[in-house]
């Protein structure tokens, strides 16, 4: 077990809380440049990898490993269907609420092209709300708002991932309620998820979905296979170097999640690296992911609906960004995450199959 992952997991000596917040961040930069010129196209990742990712792609499949990773590991842990369900609501819906009603009720009245009685009688409206808390994408939209945006009409379009999140945590906890949550069925749905997105390239939504759960079952089997995956600098040197080559020779997306996944795991359990004390203050980068879009469409907004320079957007948003998701933890989500062991009645007098999973 000495120098795997396994040896490093034991303990909550890691840095995926650095980690997650960068990606987060990472998110901010790359919706700059869309948000403020309409598309991708001068953004770094993008011109380094000759079109193949851009750093919020790369940022929400770094999410998406760790989460696979993570949750996976507090399901095992809890073995029990309910309180992981429980955990989970508490962690993704509390602050994606508040964001909601706040981009619905007070930012939309305030950057309307319409009139307030207008805006409140619009379904679209309403429709928003509800889009966004069964996690489908009917609208993202909210009737005037950001109209004259160069990127209108868009509300929050981070939030789309937040259904793929959601779905393999239910994902998760259905393989876990079965009892088949092991290394050969986590496998086999890799290599099944892998072989779609090479070869099932027709269905864009299906095409999505692959992609992600890709990552997302890449991170649940190397929590899976542990103790069998060794930490060391050279394997992860070579997962970088592998990655740089992909950048100009293409399959950049195939290769990150083989390599891209290992040396995410290297850098989030080395010793010599140590960051685990970087949430100490709170863990910020939720909220930085979820209040950053509608953030920098309000800028955009009052700037006359585009600027010149994605830099500027990024540096302006960012300070109203961190305070929002300071706030966002510690006014909801650590209120929230409190909640996990509260109990009106005991399980097992409400639901008592539950103790025989």
Known sequence: MKNTIESYSLTRRNNFDFIRFVAAVLVVISHSFPLSLGNNLREPLMILTKGQLTLGTMAVDIFFIISGFLITQSYDRSNNFIRFIKARVLRIYPALIVVV???????GPIVTS????????????????????????LSNNLPGVFSNNIYAPAVNGSLWTLAYEFKFYLLVGFLGLTRILNRKTVLALF??????????????????YCHLLNFYSAGMLIYLAREYIPLNIKLAFT?????????????????????GSYFIMYFAFNTRLNLSNFAKYGDFSYGVYIFAFPVQQTIIHFFGGSMAYPILIFLYSLPIVLLCAILSWHLVEKVALQLKSYKILSYSRRFPWVDRF
């Open 101 to 107: 009603f706040l981009s619905a009720f007070i930012l």
């Open 114 to 137: 319409l009139s307030i009685t207008d805006y409140f009688r619009s379904y679209q409206t309403y429709r928003y709300l509800t889009s966004a808390f069964i996690f489908h994408a």
């Open 191 to 208: 290599l099944l998820s892998f072989a779609s997105s090479i070869f099932l390239t027709t269905h864009k939504g299906l095409m999505q």
């Open 239 to 259: 997962s970088f170097v592998l990655l740089l080559i992909s950048c100009f020779i293409g399959h950049l997306q195939d290769v990150s999640v083989f390599c």
